[in-house]
């Protein structure tokens, strides 16, 4: 079967930077538009980020702007997402998706605290 799998997560102290990575099994990745979400304990899970599939089409949650940037290489089928500034509200559970597939990742844990 096809797989997201995801990696990158851990802990930081407010302020500070993070990258996910989000690997894809199968070649039809680069058809495919991706996003990340991510959900906190108690709260649903939000779209923090979308790319298309030649990244020519990029968005972000308001709460994110000017602090993530998601990219992608189709060529090692991989889209990313590079945390800076992180704040305590970032922490959560982040999953790539693909949205056309329905597909998810088994989901990573970003902790963001003092």
């Known amino acids: 079967q096809i797989q997201l799998v995801e990696s990158g997560g851990g802990t930081v102290e407010p302020g500070g930077s993070l990258g996910l990575s989000c690997e894809v099994s199968?070649?039809?990745?680069v058809l495919w538009p991706m996003r990340w979400y991510r959900q906190a304990p108690g709260k649903e899970r939000e779209?923090?980020?979308?790319?298309?599939?030649?990244?020519?089409?990029?968005t972000y949650a308001d709460s994110v702007k000017g602090r993530f940037t998601v990219s992608r290489d189709n060529g090692k089928r991989t889209v990313y997402l590079r945390m800076t500034d992180l704040l305590p509200e970032d922490t959560g559970v982040y999953f790539c998706?693909?949205?056309?597939?329905?597909?998810w990742g088994q989901g990573t844990q970003v902790t963001v605290s003092s």
């Open positions: 199968t070649d039809q990745f």
């Open positions: 779209l923090v980020a979308s790319i298309s599939s030649a990244s020519g089409t990029i």
């Open positions: 998706q693909a949205p056309l597939e329905g597909l």
